[in-house]
């Protein structure tokens, strides 16, 4: 399915403000309610609306670092990765995780309270990791820009 100019006003106004009722949004982009209702359903069954998430502040949780840990596997066989895969899944502290190009073979971002607790994430799971050769973790000091918004 193509999307035209109105379906890219749809996501980006429903990427700024996921809550806003169907009225309002019909008033944002423009559109009839039944039609826009219409539209929004329809991007959402062809899959380009994957879900909706409320973004909760993680200072708030006292999670206040953020820890990028590049990860270089032993070998690349498809068991190593789909086991790692597998178990870096169950990190509740690991926010991503994605498969590299490049010098590191994965690259996580990790949420932690403050250094000690990155020490007990990284002993009990990232160390435990299957496939695992090396690690290198690299502190965020300030977060200059974060959107979840992708330009449409």
């Known amino acids: 399915m193509e999307i035209d100019a109105i379906d890219r006003r ?3 106004a429903l990427q700024r403000r996921g809550r806003m009722s169907n009225a309002e949004l019909s008033d ?16 959402e069954a062809e899959g380009y609306i994957r879900d909706y998430v409320a973004l909760v502040d993680p200072r708030k949780l ?15 066989a498809e068991e190593v990765l789909d086991a790692f895969e597998r178990a870096v899944a169950r990190i ?10 490049g010098t590191a073979d994965y690259l ?20 435990a990791l299957p496939g695992v050769a090396q690690l290198q973790s690299s502190f965020a000091l300030r977060t200059v820009r974060q959107t979840t918004a992708i330009p449409v």
């Not at 996580?108 to 160390?127: G, P, Y």
């Open 62 to 76: 006292g999670r206040r670092s953020t820890v990028f840990v590049e990860i270089t596997l032993a070998g690349q």
């Open 28 to 43: 944002v982009v423009n559109l009839s309610p039944s039609a826009c209702h219409r539209r929004v359903q329809r991007l």
């Open 108 to 127: 996580l971002k990790v949420v932690a309270e403050d250094t000690e607790d990155f020490a007990r994430i990284h002993r009990r799971h990232l160390a």
């Open 10 to 12: 749809l996501l980006a």
């Open 92 to 101: 509740p502290d690991v926010l991503e995780c994605h498969l590299m190009a």
